[in-house]
């Protein structure tokens, strides 16, 4: 959890500007990307707020979108704390105002959250999206089932969209004696004096989380899942041209793509963008856990389509340019799971938040509570 002396002193010696803090928080900020079920693929942020020689509090914050797991020691970025203390305070501010005056030239944007972060009094902040939270506060008395499971000041904070709107949602949780968030929709909040404070909050989070979930039921046996993919890869690529497929046949992704849990959509929402509201559903409704025939395949993914059109039709706004309407993450009772994109590595990132969003699913003891469309919409197509 913590980083060794020498880890310490070796990145110290390479970057001689960083204070010990900020080496802390960096190599605090990998180890947390370094646990796929805590935060992937750009999710969750990280802070140290830390007072110069001239006596002002720095703010230093993850870089918007940047990946916590291959952070660079560059990618927690300077923000004036009182001047993001104050920004809050600004009635008239829009998404786009709070960006324009957080941003720093020549440098990455600030992430969305630093106005949650900012008006946390504790130095050390930590943002995840663990998945046994996200099974347990996403279900239909998950508020009231995670407040009671944490304990005395838990604060759970009803969905809101990242940037000011859930800014402002977490101003109005921060009551006197909160010790943590969890954010419905999205992921867990935990703070503290000092960085171990912070960690153990959320890996206890997670403990007691994983105390409520279901076991996943291993996948039946059946044929080869190799032998199954082969025969099914060609119609799948002649279905989705100029696709790459990424194909995940481990144990754990037999059991998924087996679960009968397709039918919702992805738990937390900045993943959207890249695995659509829904996956689909390759499953041979006839034979349950073993994957379609190829012309069923094609039959689902026409019926996914309509429903993918009919979503944009309602709930898209005029002038926004929608995504192919295509499946991202496709599940194969038997054969495993598939993801899909525009790249080698767009398939492969879209296969691991498919496996996430079925895992958080799959393990939920109660069957999960989805967002309304237009919430789902507004996160998928976020400058919309
Ligand atoms: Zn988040």
């Not at 347990?136 to 969209?161: C, F, K, M, S, W």
């Not at 754990?252 to 992805?266: K, N, P, R, Y």
């Not at 999960?368 to 996160?379: F, H, P, Q, R, T």
Request: charged share 20%.
């Amino acid at each position: 959890m913590l980083p060794d002396e020498a880890q310490l002193r070796a990145l110290r010696d390479a970057h001689p500007a960083l204070s010990p803090a900020r080496a802390l928080r960096h190599l605090t900020a990998r180890w947390l990307g370094a646990h796929p079920h805590l935060v992937m693929h750009g999710a969750g942020n990280t802070s140290l707020k830390e007072r110069g020689q001239d006596g002002r509090w720095t703010l230093w914050i993850k870089a918007s979108g940047r990946d916590l797991g291959s952070l660079a020691v560059d990618e927690h970025l300077p923000v004036d704390l009182d001047l993001a203390r104050a920004l809050l305070a600004r009635e008239d501010l829009c998404d786009r105002a709070l960006a324009a005056a957080l941003a720093l030239p020549g440098r990455p944007a600030p992430s969305l959250e630093t106005l949650m972060h900012a008006q946390i009094e504790a130095p050390w902040v930590d943002h995840t999206h663990p998945e046994a939270v996200l099974s347990i506060v996403n279900g239909p008395d998950g508020a009231e089932q995670i407040a009671a499971l944490l304990g005395p000041g838990t604060a759970v904070v009803p969905y809101a969209r990242p940037g000011l709107a859930l800014s402002r949602a977490v101003q109005r949780a921060l009551r006197p004696g909160v010790r943590r968030l969890v954010l419905r929709h999205h992921g867990l909040v935990t703070w503290g004096e000092q960085p171990e404070d912070s960690l153990r909050d959320t890996l206890r989070a997670v403990r007691l989380a994983e105390g409520l979930l279901r076991p996943l039921s291993p996948s039946p046996a059946g044929p080869d899942p190799a032998q199954g993919w082969g025969q099914l890869r060609p119609y799948l690529e002649r279905l989705l041209p100029g696709d790459a497929l990424a194909w995940g046949a481990s144990e754990e992704d037999l059991a998924l793509a087996a679960a009968g849990v397709t039918d919702g959509a992805s738990p937390t929402t900045d993943h959207l963008a890249r695995t659509r509201p829904w996956l689909l559903d390759g499953a041979d409704p006839a034979r349950p856990g073993t994957s379609a025939s190829p012309e069923q395949l094609a039959g689902a993914l026409a019926r996914w389509t309509a429903r993918y059109q009919a979503y944009l039709d309602h709930h898209l706004p005029p002038g926004i340019h929608p995504f192919p309407a295509r499946p991202r993450v496709i599940t194969l009772p038997g054969v495993g799971l598939v993801g899909a994109g525009g790249s080698d590595r767009e398939a492969a990132v879209a296969l691991d938040l498919g496996r996430s969003a079925l895992r958080v699913r799959a393990r939920a003891p109660h069957p999960l509570v989805d967002l309304d469309l237009g919430e789902l919409i507004a996160m998928e197509y976020p400058d919309a």
